[in-house]
């Protein structure tokens, strides 16, 4: 069965400091996984990293990213690490296109016009394009948060797939019962993030209770999505526990794109809904019923 590892990399400190570790720590245990790279301009200091209260901000992601757009300027991601993204891609990971600004896309995309959400994913192409010498070929939406418009730009833009909801298994999504082709590989476990601090979950029994989690609904597989900035930085050995555990429980784990090549044939219909998440605060992007 198998496990697909998505990494999103939201942060300019993401960016130098959380990927690298995991490059590192992924291939020497020789596993797979997918970046998805933010490469505008870090907004963080206007952002809305409350979406899991439970987590300390100021602890994962530091108090100078937490200043960027506001009491320091915004660096450039891309300008900034251009070497460390095409690093990433040349150890042998897959490389996906995240939304061009993390914090501008997650706090207006749901209310966006359909002219702003063009101008904002053509932008986040050419920077990709710009960096890595070649057009994106997957997506992932910041903060699982989308419009119908963004929905028709991932088959417009031609990727072969993209992540951008939460839900139980891949599926072609509908939006008021109109088809977009580019196929939808949601996420389907819980964040780290979502779990730590509910009930009697801790950093030091989390590992257990999302291996429960993953051994249940194992029909088509599972997204596990991470980030540079957490799982990265001071939850990598979870991280890295959780990921031995599941090799040694007789789990794949692949990149999202040799997940997408075992499940892309006769995927079914789901409409893509805005709705709620345990764990997290807000609305997303979510998979509805047939």
């Known amino acids: 069965m198998q496990i697909a590892i998505k990494i999103d990399v939201n942060t300019l400190r993401g960016t130098r400091e959380g990927a690298p570790r995991l490059v590192e720590m992924l291939k020497r245990h020789g596993l797979a996984a997918t970046f998805f790279f933010s490469l505008g301009a870090d907004r963080s200091g206007r952002g809305i990293f409350g979406n899991t209260p439970r987590v ?23 300008a900034h690490c251009a070497d460390i993204l095409r690093d990433v891609r040349d150890a042998g990971f897959e490389v996906g296109m995240r939304s061009n600004e993390n914090i501008r896309w997650r706090d207006h995309v749901m209310q966006a016009t359909p002219e702003w959400t063009k101008r904002d994913m053509d932008l986040g192409v050419l920077r990709f394009t710009e960096i890595f010498g070649e057009a994106p070929k997957a997506h992932a939406a910041a903060g699982w948060q989308m419009n119908r418009d963004a929905l028709r730009m991932t088959q417009r833009l031609g990727f072969d797939y993209s992540s951008d909801t939460r839900g139980s298994h891949p599926f072609i999504p509908t939006w008021d019962a109109e088809i977009v082709t580019c ?23 989390v590992a257990q209770h999302l291996l429960e989690i993953s051994e249940k609904s194992l029909t088509s597989g599972h997204v596990f999505n991470v980030s540079a900035e957490l799982e990265g930085g001071k939850w990598l050995a979870i991280f890295e526990n959780i990921l031995l555990a599941w090799q040694t429980r007789g ?11 075992t499940v892309k044939s006769d995927l ?23």
């Open 183 to 205: 196929p939808q590989l949601p996420t389907t476990l819980p964040t780290l993030d979502e779990l730590i601090g509910r009930s009697s979950i801790t950093p030091e029994n």
């Open 268 to 290: 079914p219909r789901h409409e893509v809904k805005i709705g709620e998440v345990d764990g997290r605060k807000g609305a997303l992007a979510i998979q509805g019923q047939h």
């Open 56 to 78: 300390s901000q100021l602890e994962h992601f530091g108090f100078k990213t937490l200043c960027y757009g506001t009491l320091l300027p915004s660096p450039d991601i891309a």
């Open 251 to 261: 789990y794949q784990l692949v990149s999202m794109r040799e997940y997408w090549q």
